[in-house]
């Protein structure tokens, strides 16, 4: 790829702000941050393409989103014989521009002649998983990243039963983003984005049937739901849901770290919402320790990872590592699931319940 070249091709891009451009001028004589931004170009890894913010070929951007989108809905209306009956999922989590996209996201199906289903607020992977497989859409696209970064931006590709996209599945979007060099590959719905047949919402029901979706996966009814439980999405996805899930399910002992439960991008106090690191727990263990709770727990933006705090026999909190964590949840799932079906598609709220299960499990068998 020829940096300066494509430079210059960045001042014509519609999908960029005035202050954009105003930033590139600024970059007109910078060789370096030139061939740093607009010299490479973002890799799919699977079903994800994912990058630092920014400007240029190497970075996420909403270019880079709309580019990556329209290969998506090329491959899908190739796949369908010319025309997509169905509708699209289009989630987010609480990364700054990811509402802004998801609009981009919504424009790019809609100018391709697919509909879309548009979640309202921001969600985690398995709840958009679960509204493409209940809903019976063609797909879903989600605008996250895997790292709990804050700094990093991705979007990821998902099929029609809900799952990422494996690599064959891939091929056509993959080639399909490269053949696209400049805004003229891209169709884009120029309109105010109506509710209408093809343009649709996801609401608050969709959320009601996953929690029954979860609670079904209960493998065991004799626990203690007077069970402590201290929350904290750590400013992500699972603030308003994660509550409500314990919640419906019974356990009335739920508190929040008020602070944490706003949705924030920017993640204020946290190096990185990151559950595998102590320092994210300082927050939440002051809820818990101020509300004698037996359980501590805190998630990642989207939800595909949780760690839990458990409270020893001296009254204090041990972090359990993350291996333990998992091993103690397998183990439960193994000694009580029988024949029950286990919604495994994506981790996330689900396990998150049956960590809850087992701990009210536990503390009924103390007594």
Not at 126 to 140: C, H, M, N, V
């Amino acid at each position: 790829m020829e940096a300066k070249m494509e430079f210059m091709k960045w001042f014509r891009n519609r999908y960029i702000s005035e202050e954009d451009v105003e930033y590139l001028r600024g970059i007109v004589d910078d060789d370096d941050k030139i061939e740093e931004l607009f010299g490479t170009d973002l890799v799919f890894e699977g079903n994800k393409l994912e990058g630092k913010l920014g400007l240029g070929p190497a970075r996420m951007n909403n270019y880079q989103v709309c580019r990556a989108v329209q290969a998506y809905c090329s491959h899908l209306i190739r796949l369908a014989g010319g025309h997509v009956e169905g509708r699209v999922a289009v989630g987010y989590d609480t990364r700054a521009m990811n509402t802004e996209w998801s609009d981009s996201v919504a424009r790019i199906l809609l100018g391709n002649g697919i509909g879309t289903s548009l979640f309202q607020d921001p969600k985690s992977i398995e709840q958009l998983s679960f509204a493409i497989d209940y809903l019976r859409l063609e797909g879903g696209i989600m605008l996250t990243a895997d790292e709990d970064d804050p700094q990093l931006y991705g979007i990821k590709f998902f099929n029609k039963q809900g799952e990422p996209m494996d690599e064959e599945e891939m091929i056509g979007t993959v080639l399909g983003f490269q053949s696209i060099q400049d805004q003229s590959g891209i169709k884009a719905y120029a309109g105010a984005l109506r509710i209408n047949s093809i343009h649709r919402k996801i609401g608050i029901s969709n959320d009601t049937y996953f929690i029954q979706g979860i609670q079904n996966l209960s493998v065991n009814e004799d626990v203690d739901k007077d069970l402590k439980i201290a929350y904290s999405p750590l400013y992500g996805a699972g603030a308003e849901f994660i509550p409500r899930m314990f919640e419906d399910s019974g356990y009335k002992n739920v508190y929040t770290v008020k602070k944490e439960m706003a949705y924030n991008g920017d993640f204020p106090g946290l190096e990185r919402p990151d559950p595998s690191d102590e320092r994210v727990y300082a927050k939440v263990l002051e809820k818990a320790k101020n509300k004698d709770a037996d359980v501590a727990i805190v998630s990642n933006p989207n939800v595909t990872e949780f760690g839990a705090a458990v409270k020893t026999g001296e009254g204090e909190y041990r972090v359990l590592p993350q291996d333990e964590l998992k091993a103690m949840l397998e183990e439960y799932k193994a000694g009580f699931t029988g024949e029950k079906p286990v919604y495994t598609k994506i981790p996330g709220p689900s396990d998150i319940f049956l960590f809850v299960e087992m701990m009210a499990y536990n503390k009924k068998n103390e007594k």
